[in-house]
C-alpha cells in the first residue's frame, strides 16, 4: 500500500504557480482506484475554484498543487490519509480510499494582483 502523495506532470505550464493561498481555476477528473469516476469539473460545466493551501480542500490537493503552473496537467495519487482518511463522502468514495486526480490548472490569482 502507497502512503505517500505521488505528484505526476503530465504537461508543465508556462503560467503563474500555485503558491499558499492562491485562488486556483482548475478542471479536474477524480477516480477511485478501480478507475470508477466520482467526480469531474467537466461534467459539471464549469471550473473548480478554491484557495489552495489553507486546508480548504483535502491535502492531497493542498499539497499536490503547489508550484503547479497555469496551463500545466498533473496527474495525483492521494492516498486515503491525505483525502477523506475513515469518512465515507457521497455514494462511491468509502472510507480509507485512494483517490487519482487528472488536473488541468486554468487559473492563479494571488493577492497581490
Keep these: 500500500m502507497i502512503s505517500e502523495l505521488i505528484i505526476t506532470d503530465l504537461e508543465i505550464g508556462e503560467g ?22 466520482f467526480d469531474s469539473s467537466y461534467a459539471k460545466g464549469r471550473p473548480f475554484q478554491c484557495v489552495i493551501g489553507t486546508g480548504r480542500v483535502i491535502k492531497g ?11 500545466g496537467k498533473r496527474k495525483l495519487f ?5 483525502a477523506y482518511g475513515e469518512r465515507e463522502i457521497g455514494a462511491h468514495i468509502k472510507p480509507n480510499s485512494d483517490l487519482h486526480f487528472e488536473i488541468e490548472l486554468l487559473e492563479v490569482l494571488t493577492r497581490d494582483e
Design 16 to 37: 503563474k504557480e500555485a503558491v499558499k493561498g492562491a485562488l486556483i481555476t482548475a478542471h479536474y477528473v477524480g477516480c477511485l482506484e478501480d478507475g470508477t469516476q
Design 61 to 71: 490537493w493542498d499539497q499536490g498543487m503547489m508550484g503547479m503552473k497555469v496551463g
Design 78 to 82: 492521494v492516498p486515503s490519509h491525505l
